[in-house]
C-alpha cells in the first residue's frame, strides 16, 4: 500500500473533490467542520481554513485542531479574505504554518502540497496510545491489555484504535464507518456489528471484556475511568 496524505478545507466543496494519484502517493480530499475530524488519521495531514467561518473564527479553529495531539504536526494554510500584513501576523500566531489569499481550487490546493510534502516524516501517526492498562501500538498494529495480547483483525484493530482516540463517548454504527474511511456503503452499516462482535471476543481473550459496551438504540463505547 502506498503513501497516503489527506487534504481537509473548510470550504464544503472539498467533499467532493476526486482522490490524486502521484507516483506511489494517493492524496484524498475531506471537508472540515468547525471540530477536530471525527476519524483515523493515518499520513501526512494538510489543513486549508478560511478566515471567517459559520460559527466561529478560521484563527480559534486553528487554534482548536492544534491542541488536538493527532493534528499537532499537521501543515496549516490560512486561508485570508485579503492580503493584510496583520491577518498575516495573528495566523500565524495562531498556529498556521503558512497564509494564501483564498479561495483555492482542488488544482492550487494540490499545487501547494505537492511542493511542500517532503515525504512520510512530515506527520507521523502517534505510534503509541495508552489508556490505564491498555496499550495501542499504531505502528506494530497490536493491541494489549495488561501486557496480554489482544486477538484482532486488521478492521477490528482499527475500530479499537479509533474508541481509543474517543474514549467515554457513544460512537455510532455511522461513525465507525466514517472512521474507517467507509462512509458512503450502506452495507457497512450492517458489517459493524460483526466488527464489534470480533472486538468483543478479542478483548475477553485478554481480560478485558467489561471495557466494551452497548448503549441500545445508539452505538458503543469504550469505557476507560
Not at 113 to 120: N, W
Not at 134 to 158: K, S
Amino acid at each position: 500500500m502506498g503513501k497516503q496524505v489527506s487534504i481537509y478545507g473548510t470550504d464544503p466543496g472539498c467533499a467532493g473533490f476526486p482522490p490524486f494519484r502521484h507516483g506511489e502517493t494517493t492524496y484524498f480530499f475531506h471537508a472540515l467542520g468547525s471540530t477536530a475530524p471525527v476519524r483515523l488519521i493515518d499520513g501526512s495531514v494538510w489543513l486549508f481554513i478560511d478566515w471567517l467561518l459559520p460559527d466561529l473564527s478560521g484563527l480559534e479553529l486553528c487554534r482548536r485542531l492544534r491542541a488536538d495531539p493527532r493534528l499537532q504536526s499537521a501543515h496549516v494554510t490560512m486561508l485570508l479574505e485579503e492580503d493584510s500584513t496583520e491577518d498575516r501576523r495573528r495566523a500565524l500566531a495562531a498556529g498556521a504554518d503558512d497564509y494564501a489569499v483564498g479561495p483555492l481550487s482542488r488544482r492550487t490546493m494540490l499545487d501547494r502540497v505537492l511542493a511542500l510534502d517532503t515525504g512520510p516524516a512530515t506527520t507521523p501517526p502517534q505510534q503509541q496510545l495508552s489508556l490505564g492498562d491498555l496499550q495501542v501500538n499504531v505502528a506494530g498494529q497490536q493491541a494489549t491489555w495488561q501486557g496480554r495480547l489482544i486477538p484482532l483483525r486488521p478492521n477490528e484493530f482499527r475500530v479499537l484504535r479509533f474508541m481509543v482516540e474517543h474514549p467515554n463517548r457513544v460512537l455510532t454504527r455511522q461513525e465507525l464507518v466514517a472512521a474507517l474511511g467507509k462512509a458512503g456503503d450502506p452495507d457497512y452499516l450492517r458489517t459493524v456489528d460483526v466488527w464489534i462482535k470480533r472486538l468483543r471476543f478479542g478483548l475477553k481473550v485478554a481480560g478485558a471484556q467489561s471495557l466494551l459496551r452497548t448503549v441500545h438504540g445508539r452505538g458503543y463505547v469504550l469505557d476507560i475511568l
